[in-house]
């Protein structure tokens, strides 16, 4: 049997991610002297409140190899292979740890570098077990998902730059011109970083130009696994980002209520911080 294990950068919460017939393991995320397991004993809605109001930002930890290397010992136990799929690389030392985690498990354990985060690795996990549906080996999967990866698009519109500017992910220069000019930045995932795609003033300017940057990207390809994806305590903007796009998706899609929709954790949230609204496809 092989299985598929992913890590909470994807907002899999570990109720859900029985349910998809996939395992989850959890980031660590620290809010003052307090440790919790994102996902776990931390939901998404918990978060959020607690992001809030807090002043310091939280502390997000890679998942170290000890802890792949438990995973590991217990998925391939009866003899199953594990495919694990991870946060991009460029944000995380995540990968790299499961990869040295890895090499005790040779020919049992495969890990993919997500080159993604939140609903864009999500989607390449939700394809991960649309391929072992169709009876492919642990190594055609692998291969599979190295190679579709490079189709995946996640692009968002963030309230604020504050957050990106707090964690170190986005310059303070590109952060200090957002916040004084009131914009709505988008940001995108481009090989594997966050990077800034464009500005607008106002949500319905930001709004369209998300559609647009859609379009540019080639346009969703509505065979593939997607979804919208929104943060905070509110859908609010995601309702009304539903309204704005509508054009996106009334040819492919018989009902909006139809569209698989996810709240970001604290791996992403904690940068994004909260009224953030995105999508996440497989570009055609």
Not at 16 to 28: D, N, R
Not at 109 to 129: M, Q, T, W
Not at 150 to 163: C, F, G, N, S, W
Not at 215 to 227: L, T, V, W
């Amino acid at each position: 049997m092989i299985k598929i294990l992913i890590d909470s950068a994807s907002d899999i919460e570990r109720d859900e991610a029985q349910k998809m017939g996939l395992s989850m393991i959890p980031m660590e995320i620290g809010f003052g002297g307090e440790t919790f397991l994102d996902g776990v004993n931390l939901s998404h809605e918990q978060f959020f409140e607690k992001l809030i109001e807090s002043d310091a930002l939280p502390k997000t930890s890679q998942i170290n190899e000890y802890r792949w290397g438990e995973a590991f010992e217990n998925m391939t136990k009866s003899g199953d292979q594990v495919i694990a799929i991870t946060i991009s690389s460029k944000l995380s030392g995540t990968f790299a740890c499961a990869k040295k985690a890895a090499r005790r498990f040779a020919g049992k354990v495969f890990v993919v570098d997500s080159l993604n985060a939140a609903a864009g690795e999500r989607i390449l996990g939700e394809y991960a077990l649309r391929l072992l549906k169709d009876g492919r080996s642990a190594e055609a999967v692998v291969m599979e998902l190295d190679e579709k990866k490079k189709k995946i698009q996640v692009l968002a519109v963030v309230d604020t730059l504050k957050y990106l500017r707090k964690g170190g992910r986005i310059s303070g220069v590109a952060a200090l011109a957002g916040e004084m000019l009131s914009v709505k930045p988008v940001v995108s995932v481009v090989g594997g970083e966050v990077k800034l795609a464009g500005k607008a003033i106002g949500s319905k300017r930001s709004n369209n130009l998300l559609m647009q940057l859609v379009e540019k990207c080639g346009g969703i390809n509505f065979s593939m696994p997607y979804g919208l994806m929104y943060s905070g305590l509110s859908d609010e903007y995601l309702k009304k980002y539903l309204r704005d796009s509508a054009a996106l998706w009334e040819n492919h899609v018989d009902n909006p209520e139809e569209i698989p929709v996810h709240l970001i954790g604290s791996t992403i949230g904690t940068h994004i911080g909260p009224n953030a609204v995105g999508v996440a496809f497989f570009s055609n």
